[in-house]
């Protein structure tokens, strides 16, 4: 019996697709004020459901004290982890003069060292940097004013964020049989499997980061106490804050690192700091980030690095952390939905595809592959 053909051909339907593509890109990036942190919200209220159903069933708390409440332990620990930062910043401005002098000192040396490669002496350096600090002191205002704009947009973001967090543990049951009605029954038993799934993978998701966060500070930091750097525990919670961004987030601790540690120390302990950070982030990628992290969301490299530059793209620094949980709720469902399957394996690495041929095959036609 011949195959049945499409009624449309390829490029009619490809093009369609495409359409399609771009026309979800574009409400995307119209819709990032509000689907930023409504996302955020969704990724935070999962993490906190099982809270909030232990105040509920447990201490037979309402549904609205007990996503309060559960919100509150949320900021109380981030707060609490900001506090430990701002209390090393604040010894870090102590120690301004001794900063200035070692800055003042290394721009010195820079000055010779230009000097003597470019002939450049030290007077013309000089005048380029004093028209370089007025025009900055000029333009300082504007400076002043978008610092501030973009810190008030910041805190209104996070507000937004717990007010969706809030409010999806509060009517999650209304939103989960609202998803499950848009369906027919006979998709029924599909979308609670879908449900269901992204719950408990984004959850061990988001348990797993926070885990390899704990593990990559605390050894960050004794790397740094053994070293002698002097905030040891500063560039251990940099290190493994800026760790959460895939790929990217190690050269930024990197430089941070390495810049207060030759600020505060000497040339020979900065080396040795960024000699430790590459050697956390080697351990991190081949050992910790496969057996915690990886084994709760399968996606391949390629996949993962694609999502997290089109992510940025799109939404910036938060379009990076949110582009591996995004793409993990879309592997779940190609996995589960049969025209979709195809999409699904491209995301994921190919094991259990591979593993399921392999039974399928002779010995003999498995021992050639």
Aim: charge should be positive; proline fraction near 3%; glycine fraction near 6%.
């Amino acid at each position: 019996m011949p195959a049945k053909i499409s009624a449309h051909p390829f490029y009619e339907r490809l093009s369609l697709v495409l359409i399609g593509l771009l026309s979800l890109g574009y409400i995307i990036i119209q819709g990032k004020e509000v689907l930023d942190p409504l996302i955020f919200g969704f990724l935070f209220a999962i993490l906190l459901l099982p809270i909030a159903n232990f105040f509920e069933k447990k201490l037979r708390l309402p549904r609205s004290l007990a996503s309060l409440i559960s919100i509150i332990l949320l900021i109380a620990a981030i707060s609490f982890v900001l506090y430990l930062v701002g209390s090393q910043i604040s010894n870090l401005a102590s120690d301004w003069p001794q900063l200035q002098s070692q800055v003042r000192q290394s721009l010195n040396d820079l000055s010779d060292w230009i000097q003597g490669a470019f002939h450049i002496n030290a007077t013309k350096q000089m005048s380029y940097v004093n028209s370089t600090t007025k025009k900055i002191i000029a333009s300082g205002t504007d400076v002043l004013g978008t610092t501030f704009g973009a810190l008030s947009s910041l805190m209104l973001f996070y507000v937004f964020i717990l007010i969706f967090t809030f409010f999806i543990l509060l009517y999650r049951r209304i939103l989960i049989n609202f998803i499950i009605w848009v369906f027919t029954n006979e998709y029924e038993a599909i979308v609670r499997d879908i449900v269901q799934n992204i719950q408990s993978i984004l959850r061990q998701y988001i348990l797993g980061l926070l885990l390899e966060m704990f593990v990559v500070a605390c050894l960050a930091c004794t790397a740094f106490w053994m070293i002698g750097a002097k905030y040891s525990v500063l560039l251990g919670i940099i290190v493994a804050l800026f760790n959460l961004i895939p790929y990217l987030g190690i050269f930024t601790a990197l430089l941070l690192s390495t810049l207060i540690t030759f600020a505060t120390g000497s040339v020979n302990s900065a080396a040795y700091v960024a000699g430790s950070v590459l050697a956390i982030h080697a351990i991190d990628s081949n050992f910790l980030l496969p057996t915690i992290v990886g084994s709760k969301v399968k996606l391949n490299a390629l996949i993962t690095f694609l999502g997290i530059i089109l992510g940025e793209m799109i939404w910036g620094l938060s379009g990076m952390f949110l582009s591996i949980p995004i793409m993990a709720i879309l592997k779940i469902i190609f996995d589960r939905v049969e025209s979709l399957k195809p999409w699904g394996y491209l995301l994921g690495g190919g094991q259990e595809e591979k593993k399921s041929t392999m039974k399928k095959m002779k010995p003999a036609e498995a021992d050639k592959t």
